[in-house]
């Protein structure tokens, strides 16, 4: 069985990063970024050696979590995560717990961002611009509108999946 490690997911999280969008007092930021296997207790990973291992059909929860270390409120803090290569964003999962945060969304490996990145497609000869599908998004950031008080918090999260059909366990391989 050709598995991918739950720590390949974490380590491929480093490249997450926080930046302010204006210039701040003050550069030390703290940034906590966990990955969880939502499907590492299902029936499929339990008779794995390393049931956190990441099969085909998965999903993975990222959080991210920013606090401000500063002696000062800082505010237009964005949040960029990339999807990790081999994983495919679902759609709708990226959330914020504060009201004053947009998400926006790459295709293009984090150059631009848009709330709906839209894609080209030729229909009756003609181009059409159209939403693009979750799954070509390959990065997606948090813009913090507000002021983050100093030692505030601020949790970001989104989830992806391995493609791929889920392994179902062959409970029919030995009856004839």
Known sequence: MNTTRYSWIAAALVAATVTPLAAQQGEPQALVISAQNLMAGDERHQELADPTALLPGDVVQYRLVFTNVNAVPVRNIALNDPIPSGLRYVGA????????????????????????????????????????????????????????????????????????????????????
Do not use: C
């Open 93 to 176: 999962s990226a959330a914020a717990d504060r009201d004053d945060t947009v998400v926006e969304f790459s295709i293009d490996g984090g150059v631009t961002f848009a709330a709906e990145p839209m894609i080209e497609e030729m229909v009756d000869g003609k181009p059409v611009m159209k939403p693009a599908p979750p799954e070509r998004y390959t990065h997606v950031r948090w813009t913090v509108q507000g002021w983050v008080q100093p030692g505030a918090t601020v949790t970001a999260e989104f989830q992806a999946r391995l493609p791929g059909a889920a392994a179902v366990p062959d409970s029919t391989a030995n009856a004839k």
